[in-house]
């Protein structure tokens, strides 16, 4: 319902953006939505990232943020059709991970006070290793998460260090293994790696990757070198996703 990233401009305005709403309703009358909500606060910065983000400590511009999604939640949702459901949900970063698990609850349960989700809504999120903890999990899962995408970027200690996000968390995906009872309730435990970073290797571990994740992982090319992912594409255990910049 909204431009992409790289299509923003400052000639879409607030006015197309009703009038877009509105086109929709009529035309798509009854067809689901997807919504996206962004939470662009990280605790470090990451070299490679050209996300919209911001690096703070100060939890009270994080609390004031949430106050200002509840706002345009508020804006928004009068202009949706009540019959359009909700198909897809995601949060994206910055870092969503990066709230507490009751700041997690309160947007949570505000979205879906506001909006009629689909029965199998693909509802995923963006989560940073670092940090997690069982609680931010359980809070995801209670309002309604059922895909978890794991930032690790690359597993190589040399290249986590020249982009300044050293993955000391990074034996948080091996717990899935360990707490399969509780995570197996995600559905898709997503990995995002990078080839290209600085220092990257040639070659990804990915059988290793693979089994450290689950079900799904996605590349992200950013060089004119990359791997050969062709087993990966063949493989029985993984569902596989790839992007070039």
Same mark, same amino acid.
Do not use: W
């Given at each position: 319902?909204?431009?992409?990233a790289?299509?923003?401009?400052k000639?879409?305005t607030?006015e197309?953006?009703s009038?877009?709403?509105a086109? *929709?309703n009529?035309v798509?009358?009854?067809q689901?939505?997807?919504?996206?909500?962004?939470?662009p606060?990280?605790?470090?910065f990451?070299y490679?990232?050209a996300?919209n983000?911001?690096? *703070?400590?100060?939890?009270?511009?994080?609390? !004031?943020?949430?106050?200002?999604l509840?706002?345009?939640?508020?804006?928004?949702?009068p202009?949706?059709?009540?019959?359009?459901? /909700?198909? !897809?949900l995601?949060w994206?970063?910055?870092?969503?991970s990066?709230?507490?698990?009751?700041?997690?609850?309160d947007i949570?349960n505000y979205? !879906?006070?506001?909006?009629?989700?689909?029965d199998n809504?693909?509802?995923?999120?963006?989560?940073?290793?670092r940090?997690?903890?069982r609680?931010?999990?359980? &809070?995801?899962?209670?309002?309604?998460?059922?895909? *978890?995408?794991?930032? /690790? !970027?690359?597993?190589n200690?040399?290249?986590q260090?020249?982009?300044?996000?050293?993955q000391?968390?990074i034996?948080?995906?091996m717990?899935?293994?360990?707490? &399969?009872?509780?995570?197996?309730?995600f559905g898709?435990?997503c990995?995002?790696?990078?080839q290209?970073l600085?220092?990257?290797?040639?070659?990804?571990k990915?059988?290793?990757?693979i089994?450290?994740?689950?079900?799904?992982?996605?590349?992200?090319?950013t060089?004119?070198d /990359?791997?050969?992912?062709?087993?990966?594409? *063949?493989?029985?255990?993984a569902k596989? &996703?790839?992007y070039?910049?």
């Open positions: 319902m909204y431009p992409t790289p299509l923003f401009s000639t879409f607030s197309d953006y009038r877009e709403i086109e *929709t009529e798509m009358g009854g689901p939505i997807s919504i996206y909500f962004h939470f606060f990280c605790k470090k990451c490679f990232c996300c983000m911001s690096v *703070t400590h100060d939890r009270t511009l994080i609390a !004031q943020y949430n106050e200002y509840k706002k345009e939640i508020d804006l928004i949702r202009m949706i059709s009540n019959d359009r459901k /909700v198909a !897809q995601h994206g970063g910055g870092t969503p990066y709230l507490y698990p009751d700041e997690i609850r949570g979205i !879906q006070k506001n909006f009629d989700f689909e809504i693909e509802a995923s999120v963006e989560i940073d290793p940090g997690l903890s609680e931010h999990m359980e &809070a995801l899962r209670e309002i309604g998460f059922n895909r *978890t995408s794991f930032c /690790v !970027q690359d597993f200690l040399m290249v260090e020249a982009i300044n996000r050293v000391s968390g034996e948080i995906l717990s899935i293994d360990e707490d &399969a009872d509780f995570y197996k309730n898709d435990a990995a995002n790696l990078y290209g600085r220092n990257n290797l040639t070659e990804f990915l059988d290793y990757t089994n450290a994740c689950g079900s799904m992982f996605t590349l992200f090319f060089g004119e /990359v791997t050969d992912f062709d087993s990966a594409k *063949t493989s029985d255990t596989f &996703a790839a070039f910049n």
